[in-house]
């Protein structure tokens, strides 16, 4: 069993000399990177279109794409042989999702496109389980009260707003966003900085409606906001799906346009299509998301169907349906 993008495993079920496992499991922590007729290519963050002209488009996208990766992929043919396996004529991000004996995805099939040539080995697994060890001993702020726990009684919304553990700039999200909210009197922004110890720049005035902290569990904070802010990295999206919060989606860079489109498409989120967002761009977007109660009604119906699953379980029935498969031969 090994995490998704581990080529060395490949190596392995190729046939590169040594111990060979009887079954390959690997687990998906990303959005899947499979090329599809149905969609365009991993990273250009567009929408899948299956009509005929759509698939078109596709094809002469994923075209590109493979002859971008050409000089990877000859590495990469290359890497095999020197390890003693043998070197397919498969796309080096195809062979990560067809190779394995299960690839388990941990996600709900409504958060990742349709594929009609997706291999049979992906199974959905639901999502990440909850964080509750780290939410419990965190150490509530004494803002905490006022803020979350008396917000039905404030009729006021909470905008929560985080870049995650790797985006430090905070002229991204956190600032732009502390400057489109700070006349807002029916909004409170709370903004969690990602890592434990940051603090907000030396010089930047924080708006009375806004609360800053260091760290914020996603699980402690997430139930009790209106909206999520965040730069889309998959994790973030996944949280947000756990605990049925519509999310605005602002980044460019690695993962983070595919979990974007991604969100996009399954009704939960505003991507805004940039990593540096206008102060507009950031009011347009938590305005639709308040105004607009169809996001936060789909979240919570992806968060009712990764309630229905058992992540651990789906892997050990995996396990079970590869063991069941070497008895019977």
């Not at 003693?84 to 995805?105: C, H, N, T, V, W």
Request: hydrophobic fraction near 40%; aromatic fraction near 8%.
């Amino acid at each position: 069993m090994t995490e998704s993008l581990n080529f060395g495993a490949l190596a392995i079920r190729l046939g590169a000399p040594g111990l060979q496992p009887d079954g390959f499991i690997a687990i998906g922590l990303n959005p899947i990177l499979l090329t599809s007729l149905d969609h365009a290519p991993f990273g250009s963050g567009m929408l899948p279109d299956r009509t005929r002209e759509g698939r078109e488009k596709n094809r002469i996208a994923n075209a590109a794409q493979r002859a971008f990766f050409e000089p990877s992929q000859t590495a990469y043919a290359e890497a095999l042989r020197s390890v003693g396996a043998e070197s397919k004529d498969m796309f080096l991000l195809d062979s990560l999702y067809f190779l394995p004996d299960r690839f388990i995805q941990m996600c709900v099939p409504s958060v990742e496109y349709q594929r009609s040539d997706a291999p049979h080995t992906i199974r959905f697994a639901g999502g990440y389980p909850t964080t509750q060890q780290v939410s419990c001993s965190w150490e509530k702020p004494s803002w905490w009260n006022t803020v979350i726990i008396d917000k039905a009684a404030t009729g006021k919304k909470v905008i929560f707003v985080c870049q995650g553990t790797v985006a430090m700039d905070f002229t991204q999200l956190v600032l732009p966003t502390m400057a489109a909210l700070a006349g807002r009197p029916d909004i409170i922004v709370v903004i969690a900085l990602g890592r434990k110890g940051m603090t907000i720049p030396p010089g930047v005035r924080i708006p009375a409606n806004c609360q800053v902290e260091d760290f914020i569990p996603y699980d402690t904070i997430l139930p009790h906001v209106d909206a999520f802010i965040t730069t889309g990295g998959y994790g973030s999206f996944q949280r947000a799906l756990n605990n049925g919060t519509p999310l605005i989606m602002a980044g460019t860079t690695e993962e983070k346009p595919e979990s974007a489109a991604r969100a996009e498409w399954a009704g939960v989120a505003v991507n805004i299509r940039t990593t540096y967002p206008s102060s507009q761009q950031l009011t347009d977007a938590v305005d639709e998301i308040l105004g607009d109660g169809k996001y936060k009604k789909r979240a919570m119906e992806i968060k009712a169907e990764i309630a229905g699953y058992d992540p651990v379980g789906v892997i050990i029935q995996s396990i079970r349906e590869l063991v069941e498969g070497w008895a019977s031969t």
